[in-house]
């Protein structure tokens, strides 16, 4: 696991710290809560893996400076569906995983993607980690 993070940051290090912190806010997130042992663990390896889908975009567009195409954005949108394609690959069955690096670009109202599911269809993973991702979007 440790070694796609670091290709993953390696490919896009813009976002180079974004893993560590969105795994730290995850994890004490679901600790205030009570979660602990293997669910816990679970939820901060698909934290840390949430990305893996960027392996799979070209270079040139994610880190690309200045605005991207809407083509473009359509290449970077797939990485959440290359991402879940890739742990069927590596044969994780993990749902916790599979869920988060699926659906965490998913939006409460149905606007995000790739599935547009709405707060009642997400797991609850991918709905902590909405939260998670926009607080360090926005710190």
């Known amino acids: 696991m ?3 993070v670091r290709e993953i940051e390696a490919k896009d290090a813009s976002t180079a710290a974004h893993t560590w912190r969105v795994v730290l806010y995850l994890r004490a997130m679901l600790e205030a809560r009570g979660v602990r042992g293997d669910e ?3 939820a901060t390896h698909a934290a ?3 990305d893996v889908g960027k392996l799979d975009i070209p270079a040139e567009i994610l880190q690309k400076p ?3 195409t809407p083509e473009e954005f359509e290449v970077i ?3 959440t569906v290359t991402g879940y394609a890739r742990m069927i690959e590596l044969n994780v069955e993990e749902d916790t995983i599979l869920d988060l690096v699926r659906y965490h670009h ?3 109202d149905g606007s995000g993607y790739p599935c547009h599911l709405t707060e009642a269809e997400l797991p609850q993973v ?3 980690f909405a939260v998670i991702d926009t607080f360090d979007a926005l710190t």
């Open 2 to 4: 440790h070694r796609l």
């Open 40 to 42: 816990l663990l679970l």
């Open 48 to 50: 840390a893996l949430h």
């Open 66 to 68: 200045g605005r991207r």
């Open 77 to 79: 949108e797939q990485h």
């Open 106 to 108: 998913e939006k409460m």
């Open 126 to 128: 991918a709905r902590d």
